[in-house]
Each structure stands twice: as C-alpha cells, then as structure tokens.
C-alpha cells in the first residue's frame, strides 16, 4: 500500500481498512483511496447547518404565462435557435425501487408497446428541436454503476432519433459511504461502499469531464437540469426559457402547485432574502399550512427538479462549496471477516450535493408555474404515489400511446 494512503487510513483512525495497511491491496481498491476525497469523513462531526428566515416567493402562474406565452415563446425560440440553450439529464440512478437492476431510463414503461423512459423524454425534447428546426446540445450524467449500460442502449438504440452528434456523456462523481463513528465501508474485498454525490454534484462533473467548457464554446449560455424520473415534462421548453430570459433572471425553476398541504415535495420560496428550497420536512405546522389573503398556501410552489441557469453564473459559485448534506441509509458492506451484511436499520451516512443548494446560490430565481397533471408525472415506486402505475395514467391522458 502506498505510504500516502496509509497515512490516511491511520489519521481517520479506520477500523477495517488499518488490517491492510502492511499489505498488498488490490489495485482497484488502491486506485479508489487514492482518488477518494477524505475530507467528507471531517464532515460527520461539523455542526449541523442552521437555515435561516424563510419568506413566501411569487410565482409567475399560469394564467400570466398564458397570456404573455407568444412573446416568451419567441424569446426563448431566439436562443434555442442561436445555439445559447443546452439540456442536462440526470440518469445515475437506478430503477431499484421498481424491481429493475439496471439504469432507470431503461425501464419499460409501456403496456401494449415498449416504451422506454428514455424514449418518452427523448420524444418530449424532440418536441422542441422540431419546432425550433435545431438540435439542442444533450449531456446525459450516469454513475460508475450503469454507465457503460446507458450509453450502449443508447447506442443500441440509435439515440432513440435525436443526432449523436449533439449528444455526450459523463460519469457523476462518487463519496464514499461511512459508519455513524466514521469508518469507511467496504462494498467487497476490492472495493469501498460509495454512492453518487447527491443531485447537487451535476456540476462539479461536467467541468471535469471537459463538457462544459465544450458547451461555452458551441456558444451555449442556459442549461437546463431535468431528472430522469418525471416522463411528462418538457425540456429546453421555449416558454420556460423565454420567461427567465424576458424578466432578467439568473435562474428559474418549474413548479406545481402543491396537491395537499402535506404533499412530500420541496417547496421553492426565499431564505434571508434570497431564493431557496425547503424541504417538505423542514416545513413548520404553521410554514405547512399558512395561508394568503385570498386562501391560497403561502409556501404553495412545489419543485419538480426541472431547473435553468445560467452557466456563467455556476462558474462564479463554484469557487463556494456547496454544502454537503450527511443522509443516514442503510449501507450493504462485508465485515472484518469478509461476510456480506444487509442491515435492516440505518448504520451509516451517505455524503450529498443538493441542487436546491446551487438554487440559493443565485441573485434571484423565477418560479414558473406549470400545469401538474401535464408536466409531473413522477416515477419513484412500482406502485401506488407517484409509481409507474400514476404515470402511465398521466401519459395517457397527454395522448401518449402505451
């Protein structure tokens, strides 16, 4: 083992990892200690962050997008059209929740017909280059684990139509996973437990992987961020882009209006004075069920994890860190006699990077409303809330074919 490394395993005091500091280790494993960012294990005993003011946020509704949709429209086609748009998917998860051991995009959703999710988002941004006569630049994010399979059905595909050339690829970053005392799992003998640093972390692997600085030079200025889950919405939508454009903002977000008070969505708002998310568990009894004076929910404007910025204004932020979230999870991992254990309570901590996060970063944010029913469909669970089953619904009554 390198010296380098064994320094570290002995500073951070690891109780699994100090039995291999005299040995030969894999090299696989030795190329992971290396590269690992140590600093996240700092993190388990730093202070809990402490949010500060929250504040009710106005949103540009529905019916105000409506009646100025013509000349969004036109704004936002200008610079679809001038090359200044591009579209980032997060793919790094898995369809685990849904019985499925691969990348969640290659779910089938149809019922009569394949449908992939893929294919349904791709269709949905093919929408857009269609009407603009332009292909959009897309930059697919996939993690170590489905990586390889992503990008050869991609290929197996044949992009599902959209033009290769306008498509790239890029891993996302991964943090080690942790015991609550700071000790490094191990996945296998070879390997440490790591997971994908959290929605948050987009960025930070797209400077890496040299994409953005490739999409500054096909002139690109706007990025939007669209998970893979949510098969209804619309990307690099003209309206959207052109609203923010229009009203001079730094960053804007899709948002729904909330089902129920209770509904598990974060909701976008302002934090001292600046715009923010809160989480649907952060929410106060009275934050929850606060009313306007017309009735309505003060914090009413759930996220859909569909947002724009400027990509300017992510080179700026970077410099500041974003905030590491520390998440307990129950984490697979072999013990000091090389057995496998599958907990059934939480016994460690994942490290993530938040999107809502790089949101608070920004000068300002629009909150565009959308019409949920038409753009939020999302997939979390095979069944039941928010499940393959609801959105195969809402496909359906936007005239997709299943």
Not at 6 to 25: R, S
Not at 140 to 161: C, H, L
Not at 169 to 176: G, K, L, R, T
Not at 391 to 400: F, T
């Amino acid at each position: 083992m390198k010296e380098e490394i064994a320094k570290k395993i002995q500073e951070t005091n690891q109780k699994y990892l100090g039995k291999l500091v005299n040995q030969e280790i894999p090299q696989k494993l030795e190329k992971q200690l290396k590269d690992m960012d140590w600093s996240y294990l700092d993190l388990i005993h730093r202070k809990k962050h402490e949010r500060g003011t929250f504040e009710p946020l106005k949103a540009t509704e529905i019916s105000e997008i409506k009646q100025r949709e013509t000349e969004f429209r036109k704004a936002g086609l200008d610079a679809i059209r001038a090359g200044k748009v591009g579209a980032i998917l997060l793919a790094g998860g898995q369809g685990t929740r849904l019985g499925f051991d691969k990348a969640k995009g290659m779910f089938n959703i149809g019922v009569n017909r394949t449908l992939y999710i893929f294919e349904q988002l791709i269709a949905n941004l093919m929408d857009v280059t269609n009407e603009a006569g332009t292909w959009i630049p897309l930059y697919i994010m996939t993690s170590e684990k489905n990586n390889d399979d992503t990008v050869k059905f991609f290929e197996e595909m044949n992009y599902f139509g959209y033009d290769k050339n306008y498509v790239d690829f890029f891993v996302q970053e991964m943090a080690p996973a942790a015991s609550f005392d700071g000790k490094i799992f191990l996945e296998d003998k070879d390997r440490i437990s790591t997971s994908p640093n959290g929605n948050g972390g987009w960025f930070i692997s797209f400077v890496k992987a040299g994409l953005c600085e490739k999409a500054k030079k096909a002139g690109v200025e706007y990025i939007n961020i669209f998970a893979v889950d949510n098969v209804c919405q619309r990307m690099a939508d003209p309206c959207f882009v052109g609203a923010m454009i229009d009203g001079g903002y730094r960053s804007a977000a899709k948002v729904v209006s909330k089902a129920t008070p209770e509904e598990k969505v974060g909701v976008l708002c302002l934090e001292d004075g600046k715009p923010s998310i809160v989480e649907y568990y952060e929410l106060t009894e009275d934050m929850r069920y606060q009313t306007k004076a017309d009735g309505e929910l003060a914090y009413k404007y759930g996220v859909i994890l569909n947002y724009l910025f400027n990509i300017e204004d992510l080179e700026k932020n970077m410099k500041n860190n974003l905030s590491v979230h520390i998440v307990k999870k129950k984490i697979a991992h072999i013990d000091e006699n090389g057995n496998a254990v599958k907990p059934e309570t939480e016994n460690g901590f994942k490290f993530e990077t938040l999107v809502l996060d790089m949101v608070h970063m920004m000068d300002n944010c629009l909150a565009y409303e959308v019409v949920r029913e038409k753009e939020f469909a999302p997939i979390k669970n095979k069944t039941g809330v928010d499940s393959v089953e609801s959105a195969r619904e809402l496909l359906k009554l936007n005239g997709v074919t299943l």
